[in-house]
């Protein structure tokens, strides 16, 4: 068969958008109620981009999910952490949807699921069913919404992915329509020297740069005198309609005297870059004031798939006695606009310039493996663990070592090996690595022992030690008291908690047998649904044995009557 014209010109114009064409209104949506975001796609988060939206769900859990289209349940999750309850289904088209942080699924569904959990004696489970198994129609209720796994309110974490490469996309891009007439918010311009000696307004370090609205609506920042390499960053977000929630922009241009020097967008990403973030942001910035700075450049490391162009990788040659005038163009996807500009001026550093470079005994190359022995504890550091080379401030205190601080990002694991033995060995057991928080509590860091030596593997850097928790978990009945009859209840309720390290596991019998708790750790919440009708007598016995990280155990025996 040969291409008519019209094919080709509309192949053609498909090379010229660089565009993947979306099934455009074929998906419904996955609630019945109006869709609000609390979360938009490629919103920076804590080490990766947000793969999906997250929708409200009016501050409530158990809001009825539904299959945004036909097609067959490929995978099933129940985790402690990440998207808790999760459903996967792939559609005939080519893409998969997720479902995250549910409540629980359909009843279908549930069964399903509940089968494996009493098979394998675990609330944790994953499957995969075969193609065809659990087969779904669009609009068909499929789950709950909830809270489940790393969600801090109730709300539905819904993706649309590739379902070849899992590459998540926007689910924008399939023609969900989402309320929004606020243009994206600018809150802060900074400007980076990139190169040797290259300077910003009598600077050698990152720069805040003042701006103000002009009257036709777009912003304009103050003069900015440089030369040299420089580069642009701001502090910014989205607005929608109906929510008062920062989310993320679609689109980020940056643009010298009418050329592009670089342009992005969250049309889509992969899983295997997504930790690359720590790149796009001043990571730096963020250590110290939490708060996400983009850059329009691309530093070293950035192994980023989502620039659509760039030249000179986004940075701006000042040369002396020349002005130039950049833009920073942000938008959503909606396509509303906020435009900045920014007049430079190349001009000679006059005055002192300031330069605090922290430098340090050790300047650690990145390309390259790095061992450190601190006394009583050793760091080592893979090749690659870093993006760049950098001045690495290492301590050993009495009982700590501080590995720099969390202001530069690793992407791989780093060992730290403490040396125990001064620690008496019937405490070893005990004993974990800690990691010390901004409140200088110690977080409990998986330990691997080997004789006296303890090792870690961590991407964080910070402050470590060796803490010990001698204290096993508690275990209390929530909402029933031992010896009464519980005729009416639904679920049985036990509490859990540990001082130190944290629950590692729990398991929990009813007269003698394996039962299913749901455990929701924020919470610290054990939960039995009398709906499984396990071992169901008169005289129940209710036995959970609870271990903590470093294998303190505790257990709570208890009886109720039922009838
Ligand atoms: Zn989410």
Redesign the pocket.
């Given at each position: 068969m040969k291409n008519s014209p019209c094919v080709l010109f509309f192949l053609f114009c498909l090379t010229l958008l660089g565009q993947e064409q979306y099934p455009k209104d074929v998906f419904g949506p996955p609630m019945d109620i109006p869709i609000i975001l609390a979360?938009t796609f490629g919103e920076l988060r804590s080490n990766h981009f947000?793969a999906?939206l997250?929708i409200k769900t009016q501050q409530r859990e158990g809001i009825p999910v539904n299959a945004i289209g036909d097609g067959t349940v490929t995978r099933i999750k129940v985790s402690l952490w990440g998207y808790g309850k999760v459903l996967y289904i792939a559609h005939p088209n080519g893409y998969t949807s997720v479902y995250g942080h549910l409540q629980k699924f359909s009843p279908t569904i549930e069964a399903y699921i509940k089968k494996l959990q009493y098979e394998k004696k675990s609330f944790e489970v994953e499957v995969f069913p075969d193609y065809g198994e659990i087969k779904v129609t669009k609009g068909e209720l499929i789950a709950y919404s909830g809270n489940t796994g790393g969600s801090a309110g109730p709300h539905l974490?819904f993706e649309i992915r590739s379902s070849i490469s899992e590459k998540p996309t926007n689910p924008f891009l399939y023609g969900m329509h989402v309320a929004d007439a606020t243009n994206p918010i600018l809150e802060k311009l900074f400007a980076y020297p990139l190169s040797d000696n290259a300077h910003i307004n009598h600077n050698q370090e990152r720069t805040q740069i003042n701006f103000s609205r002009q009257d036709d609506g777009t912003y304009l920042a103050d003069k900015v005198e440089a030369l040299g390499e420089i580069g642009f960053g701001f502090i910014g977000y989205d607005r929608l309609d109906m929510a008062a929630n920062k989310n993320g922009v679609y689109s980020v241009e940056f643009n010298v005297n009418g050329k592009i020097y670089s342009l992005y967008n969250f049309e889509s990403f992969s899983f295997g870059e997504t930790r690359y973030i720590n790149t796009l942001i001043d990571y730096d910035y963020y250590g110290r004031h939490r708060q996400r700075i983009q850059k329009s450049f691309k530093s070293p490391g950035n192994n980023l798939s989502i620039y659509k162009e760039l030249y000179n990788e986004g940075k701006v040659k000042v040369n002396k006695g020349l002005s130039y005038t950049a833009n920073l163009i942000i938008k959503d996807y909606a396509g509303n606009t906020v435009k900045l500009a920014i007049p430079i001026e190349g001009k000679e550093n006059q005055g002192p310039s300031t330069n605090n470079d922290n430098v340090t005994d050790n300047f650690l190359v990145a390309k390259k493996p790095n061992n450190y022995d601190l006394g009583g504890a050793k760091v080592y550091f893979p090749a690659n663990t870093f993006y760049e080379d950098f001045y690495i401030d290492l301590k050993k205190g009495a009982d700590t070592v501080t590995i720099h601080s969390n202001t530069v990002p690793a992407h791989r694991n780093f060992t730290i090996t403490f040396d125990a033995s001064k620690y008496p060995k019937e405490t070893h057991k005990q004993l974990f690595i800690a990691r010390l928080n901004d409140k200088i509590q110690p977080n409990f860091t998986n330990t691997y022992k080997r004789g006296d030596l303890f090792t870690a593997r961590t991407r964080n850097l910070g402050t470590y030690t060796i803490a010990q928790d001698t204290t096993p978990p508690t275990i209390r009945t929530k909402n029933f008291k031992e010896k009464q009859w519980l005729n009416n209840y639904k679920y049985l309720s036990v509490s859990i908690a540990d001082d130190l390290s944290g629950i590692d596991s729990y398991t929990a019998t009813l007269n003698g047998e394996w039962i299913l708790m749901e455990y929701e750790p924020k919470r610290n919440t054990l939960t039995y649904n009398f709906d499984d009708k396990i071992a169901d007598q008169t005289q129940c016995v209710l036995k959970v044995t609870v271990t903590d990280n470093v294998g303190n155990v505790s257990t709570l025996t208890t009886s109720f009557y039922r009838k």
């Open positions: 979360g947000h999906g997250d974490h």
